[in-house]
């Protein structure tokens, strides 16, 4: 069967994929379209398990709010470089995996692959699709869905950082306390929130180091609470002095606006995720011993 130009345009159109690899999977299917797709699929995942253990540490954050701020996603999608996450493909995709969370709501990655996208396509379909495009691994790595009863308010530093925060506060206090978030990193609401492990590991560390001090037993208790009390704000969001105006704590501002927080999330691209640290002069010289 001949290969028209118009056949290969309509395979593209369907997979994504370059001109060349679909007039090559159309001959190979003897111009059979379905064929041809089927193959370019089986092709594609496997250039993505290929792909699959190259660490995926850059990438991007985005976050979705409702018009009524009722629901809200934020999403990190990872790939190998910061080159391919500011790629058109790499943002389509990333906008139609929120849009898709939006919607759906699925309760975790792995539920989420198997929906389908505005496209046709599964999210695993269209993610294989795009390691194939871009030729890097692309992870889906998390995402969370808040339901709030007050409002939620977003805030996004480029694609780096995203914030969510479910707060009483009117909008654009909200969205500064997010920004706040996303600046200072807060780990958690108030100091009820803080774990009780959390806090002794770190006054064990304090004991410590009062002890060293040779000041007497009621001084080193002092000491240590004052450095514990100091400590707690540092890490609580309500203890901190917030950004725009360092003189007042973010617990004050929302006092005074008669406001409260019930949580955030705050994701950051790639932490946690160990990079691998290349030595490419390491790598020519055992190429060329080889």
């Not at 041809?36 to 990438?59: F, P, Q, Y």
């Not at 999608?77 to 500011?86: C, R």
């Not at 046709?120 to 294989?128: A, K, M």
């Not at 920004?179 to 064990?204: L, T, Y």
Request: charged content about 25%; overall charge negative.
């Amino acid at each position: 069967m001949a290969i028209t130009a118009s056949l290969v345009k309509e395979l593209r159109e369907r997979t994504g994929a370059g001109m060349m690899e679909c007039k090559k999977a159309l001959v190979e299917t003897d111009g059979d379209i379905e064929a041809a797709a089927e193959l370019m699929r089986k092709s594609g995942a496997a250039k993505a398990d290929k792909k699959a253990a190259r660490v995926a540490a850059d990438g991007a954050i985005k976050t979705v709010v409702t018009e009524d701020r009722k629901t809200a996603v934020i999403l990190e999608i990872n790939s190998e470089t910061d080159f391919v996450a500011k790629d058109d493909n790499f943002q389509s995709f990333t906008d139609a995996v929120i849009q898709t969370l939006l919607q759906q709501k699925p309760a975790s990655v792995a539920e989420l692959s198997s929906l389908s996208l505005a496209s046709g396509q599964t999210v695993e379909e269209s993610r294989q699709t795009l390691i194939v495009k871009v030729g890097e691994n692309i992870q889906i790595r998390r995402f969370e869905i808040i339901e709030s009863n007050q409002g939620v308010a977003s805030y996004l530093h480029g694609t780096r950082i995203g914030v969510l925060v479910d707060s009483s506060a009117e909008p654009d206090m909200a969205r500064d306390i997010a920004m706040h978030i996303a600046a200072v990193n807060p780990q958690f609401v108030d100091e009820s929130a803080v774990p009780a492990e959390f806090v002794e590991k770190e006054k064990s560390i304090l004991v410590a180091q009062a002890q060293d001090s040779g000041k007497p037993p009621e001084i080193i208790e002092k000491m240590i609470q004052g450095r514990l009390n100091k400590f707690l704000a540092e890490v609580t969001l309500l203890g901190q002095p917030f950004v725009k105006d360092p003189d007042q704590t973010v617990g004050k501002l929302l006092s005074l606006a008669d406001a409260s927080i019930s949580g955030f999330i705050r994701y950051e691209v790639g932490e946690g995720i160990e990079k691998k640290v290349e030595d490419f002069a390491a790598e020519v010289a055992s190429q060329l011993n080889s």
